[in-house]
């Protein structure tokens, strides 16, 4: 391999997604001191030069690396744990780190209602509290009411749905976005909070048929000023889509390692579920593949695993 | 502690369907017989029962019994025979269909059942009726009562009895801040009732009591007609102590005080095969006469032998 060639290959290496382990054995492993060197000095990004005349790694990028480095690991841990064990520890993370509320609002609402119980189980079991008293805790702000009824619902999952309800909400939920200027107010609205947190999703999807024959638009996209009931209703109602769209978010350049995060989250709690639904979705939308996407971002063990997860045609 | 009397040789279920449909047939219902089949067999029993009288009769055995029996007799007949999930689910979708501001069945059932009977509730209510629970109590509800009874229905508390005795402290003082506020629907407040543990609430309060000097019931009774700060005191009672909570239930219903008249019944269905022998011990306690006194005297007909059986009177 050229020279060039090489350096290119080492950088990538350690860039993006998890780290190209066979290239750094192979190529990296076999480089001499004055090779090394060549490297220190020409990639600006991991090394800085130090005022007492030596190239020094980057801190932020050894950090960084650590993650990348971890990433397989989390993502084969994940992936075998027990699916509510994994609900269960995600939610809790999602509490303490951050709070991290668009990972609460997807767990809680892209689960079946059995699914969901099962992560409550295992909360129990893991952590001896509720997760609904953590979230009510640890959650402040007009979206508290909002997350704990979702974590705690338990929706009727049978195919009954009655249209004149469906259609008279949607029709409620007309007047009362337009109503909200700006949608600031519409999260402590508790008609619009009850109907999102209670219905089934089969009716809250004839909700969203009749608000689109009413009005003329998406429910999700009226709802752009309100993030979380946004996200309620994208994950109830077009979780795919949803997913898609976070996927493609979480693998632009130099995002951070928390949203970096939701590629290993949705790719390992999806692939038994509906991951051929998400190729769909993102390669209609951003016109490439999900595959050939994962390719070009991520690296070696990490990527391969991905890769395996995402051809397993669910 | 159950009251159900269940005889030691109890007969085949082939036999107890026989029987059970002899009652229905001819002139008239033989009230006697059902009592002492039904009024003598546990869930599994009954729901052997149901299972066999519908394979060899092709009915349902509530149709039958709801086409033969009346009234309290009716009623009291058919929440017994249902299994206690059913049950349940029966009982809160009653309850949001003429809920108002004075029903406490919602809050009762949420608070007195295990967390897993809750959940049960809640499946069984998702099979018969096609919606979930929490839907029809958030549809049927509003304000403050809304704002407590949805939360309450929905939660799935941890049942261990690990407690935190920093956060009960911490917890108390919050409690009391609001109360002393008046702010009883205030968020915190719901927040903690609905959602920790009933080990943790029950250590909130005693170092509520420790702390204030008050039951925290007691400082909830500063308007005796303000229908939500009653539901506030029944949510505690229930969480905590619900035997003293279905005493005051059934005295009030015995002594026609109050709004809940079909307490008695629903009490005594409910409770029979769980806690019906220390809600016993209270009623004895508080009133200085035993409870079946107390329903043999307020009570007549069939409707009074069935009471009678379910809480365990030997028959005379």
């Given at each position: 391999?050229?020279?060039?060639?090489?350096?290119?290959?080492?950088?990538?290496?350690?860039?993006?997604?998890?780290?190209?382990?066979?290239?750094?054995?192979?190529?990296?492993?076999?480089?001499?001191?004055?090779?090394?060197?060549?490297?220190?000095?020409?990639?600006?990004?991991?090394?800085?030069?130090?005022?007492?005349?030596?190239?020094?790694?980057?801190?932020?990028?050894?950090?960084?690396?650590?993650?990348?480095?971890?990433?397989?690991?989390?993502?084969?841990?994940?992936?075998?744990?027990?699916?509510?064990?994994?609900?269960?520890?995600?939610?809790?993370?999602?509490?303490?780190?951050?709070?991290?509320?668009?990972?609460?609002?997807?767990?809680?609402?892209?689960?079946?209602?059995?699914?969901?119980?099962?992560?409550?189980?295992?909360?129990?079991?893991?952590f001896d509290h509720s997760v609904e008293e953590d979230v009510a805790f640890g959650i402040h702000g007009p979206e508290r009411k909002l997350l704990v009824a979702l974590v705690s619902s338990y929706r009727y999952e049978g195919p009954k749905v009655n249209e004149e309800t469906a259609k008279s909400e949607a029709k409620f939920?007309?007047?009362?976005?337009?109503?909200?200027?700006?949608?600031?107010?519409?999260?402590?609205?508790?008609?619009?909070?009850?109907?999102?947190?209670?219905?089934?999703?089969?009716?809250?999807?004839?909700?969203?048929?009749?608000?689109?024959?009413?009005?003329?638009?998406?429910?999700?996209?009226?709802?752009?000023?309100?993030?979380?009931?946004?996200?309620?209703?994208?994950?109830?109602?077009?979780?795919?889509?949803?997913?898609?769209?976070?996927?493609?978010?979480?693998?632009?350049?130099?995002?951070?390692?928390?949203?970096?995060?939701?590629?290993?989250?949705?790719?390992?709690?999806?692939?038994?579920?509906?991951?051929?639904?998400?190729?769909?979705?993102?390669?209609?939308?951003?016109?490439?593949?999900?595959?050939?996407?994962?390719?070009?971002?991520?690296?070696?063990?990490?990527?391969?695993?991905?890769?395996?997860?995402?051809?397993?045609?669910? | 502690?159950?009251?159900?009397?269940?005889?030691?040789?109890?007969?085949?279920?082939?036999?107890?369907?026989?029987?059970?449909?002899?009652?229905?047939?001819?002139?008239?219902?033989?009230?006697?017989?059902?009592?002492?089949?039904?009024?003598?067999?546990?869930?599994?029993?009954?729901?052997?029962?149901?299972?066999?009288?519908?394979?060899?009769?092709?009915?349902?055995?509530?149709?039958?019994?709801?086409?033969?029996?009346?009234?309290?007799?009716?009623?009291?007949?058919?929440?017994?025979?249902?299994?206690?999930?059913?049950?349940?689910?029966?009982?809160?979708?009653?309850?949001?269909?003429?809920?108002?501001?004075?029903?406490?069945?919602?809050?009762?059932?949420?608070?007195?059942?295990?967390?897993?009977?809750?959940?049960?509730?809640?499946?069984?209510?998702?099979?018969?009726?096609?919606?979930?629970?929490?839907?029809?109590?958030?549809?049927?509800?509003?304000?403050?009562?809304?704002?407590?009874?949805?939360?309450?229905?929905?939660?799935?508390?941890?049942?261990?009895?690990?407690?935190?005795?920093?956060?009960?402290?911490?917890?108390?003082?919050?409690?009391?801040?609001?109360?002393?506020?008046?702010?009883?629907?205030?968020?915190?407040?719901?927040?903690?009732?609905?959602?920790?543990?009933?080990?943790?609430?029950?250590?909130?309060?005693?170092?509520?009591?420790?702390?204030?000097?008050?039951?925290?019931?007691?400082?909830?009774?500063?308007?005796?007609?303000?229908?939500?700060?009653?539901?506030?005191?029944?949510?505690?009672?229930?969480?905590?102590?619900?035997?003293?909570?279905?005493?005051?239930?059934?005295?009030?219903?015995?002594?026609?005080?109050?709004?809940?008249?079909?307490?008695?019944?629903?009490?005594?269905?409910?409770?029979?095969?769980?806690?019906?022998?220390?809600?016993?011990?209270?009623y004895q306690k508080r009133n200085s006469v035993p409870l079946d006194r107390a329903i043999a005297k307020d009570t007549t007909g069939d409707y009074e032998k069935m009471l009678l059986a379910l809480i365990g009177q030997e028959e005379a």
């Amino acid at each position: 391999m050229a020279a060039s060639d090489e350096l290119g290959a080492i950088t990538k290496a350690f860039s993006g997604f998890g780290v190209d382990e066979k290239s750094l054995i192979s190529i990296l492993g076999k480089w001499h001191p004055e090779q090394r060197q060549t490297f220190r000095k020409g990639t600006r990004d991991f090394f800085i030069q130090d005022e007492r005349k030596f190239e020094r790694w980057d801190d932020r990028h050894v950090i960084q690396l650590q993650h990348e480095f971890l990433r397989f690991k989390h993502a084969i841990v994940l992936w075998t744990m027990h699916q509510w064990e994994r609900d269960a520890r995600l939610l809790k993370e999602a509490l303490y780190k951050g709070p991290q509320h668009n990972v609460l609002i997807e767990v809680a609402c892209t689960r079946s209602s059995e699914e969901l119980l099962g992560a409550r189980r295992a909360y129990h079991s893991l952590f001896d509290h509720s997760v609904e008293e953590d979230v009510a805790f640890g959650i402040h702000g007009p979206e508290r009411k909002l997350l704990v009824a979702l974590v705690s619902s338990y929706r009727y999952e049978g195919p009954k749905v009655n249209e004149e309800t469906a259609k008279s909400e949607a029709k409620f939920l007309s007047g009362a976005i337009k109503g909200a200027a700006g949608n600031k107010n519409l999260i402590e609205n508790d008609e619009v909070v009850r109907i999102l947190v209670t219905r089934s999703k089969l009716h809250l999807i004839s909700v969203y048929k009749h608000y689109k024959e009413i009005s003329g638009n998406n429910l999700d996209e009226d709802l752009e000023g309100d993030l979380y009931l946004q996200e309620t209703v994208q994950c109830l109602c077009k979780p795919q889509a949803y997913f898609s769209k976070v996927l493609d978010a979480s693998m632009r350049p130099n995002v951070d390692e928390i949203k970096k995060e939701a590629v290993t989250r949705i790719i390992v709690t999806r692939a038994d579920v509906d991951m051929k639904q998400i190729k769909e979705e993102y390669n209609h939308k951003y016109g490439v593949s999900l595959p050939n996407k994962i390719e070009d971002v991520a690296n070696g063990n990490y990527r391969d695993f991905l890769l395996t997860l995402v051809a397993r045609g669910y | 502690m159950s009251t159900l009397c269940v005889p030691a040789h109890v007969p085949s279920v082939a036999e107890d369907c026989e029987q059970l449909h002899k009652a229905f047939t001819g002139w008239g219902t033989n009230e006697g017989l059902i009592i002492s089949i039904l009024g003598h067999r546990n869930a599994a029993q009954r729901k052997l029962i149901r299972q066999v009288y519908a394979e060899t009769y092709g009915e349902d055995l509530l149709k039958a019994l709801d086409k033969e029996l009346t009234n309290d007799f009716e009623r009291i007949v058919l929440l017994w025979t249902l299994d206690p999930s059913e049950r349940d689910a029966y009982l809160t979708n009653e309850a949001t269909k003429r809920w108002t501001s004075s029903n406490k069945v919602l809050m009762e059932i949420a608070c007195t059942r295990s967390p897993k009977e809750l959940l049960l509730a809640r499946e069984a209510y998702h099979a018969r009726f096609k919606r979930s629970l929490e839907e029809d109590v958030a549809y049927h509800t509003h304000g403050d009562f809304r704002k407590l009874l949805v939360p309450l229905v929905s939660s799935y508390r941890y049942g261990g009895d690990d407690v935190n005795l920093t956060l009960a402290k911490s917890e108390a003082k919050l409690l009391h801040e609001k109360i002393s506020k008046k702010a009883y629907n205030d968020d915190d407040l719901i927040r903690i009732l609905a959602t920790r543990s009933k080990a943790q609430i029950n250590a909130t309060l005693n170092q509520y009591k420790n702390e204030f000097g008050n039951d925290i019931n007691k400082n909830l009774k500063a308007d005796p007609k303000d229908e939500f700060l009653a539901i506030l005191r029944g949510t505690i009672k229930c969480l905590v102590c619900p035997e003293k909570y279905f005493e005051k239930a059934i005295r009030l219903a015995i002594n026609r005080q109050g709004t809940d008249e079909g307490a008695l019944t629903r009490v005594v269905a409910t409770q029979a095969e769980v806690d019906m022998k220390i809600i016993k011990d209270e009623y004895q306690k508080r009133n200085s006469v035993p409870l079946d006194r107390a329903i043999a005297k307020d009570t007549t007909g069939d409707y009074e032998k069935m009471l009678l059986a379910l809480i365990g009177q030997e028959e005379a």
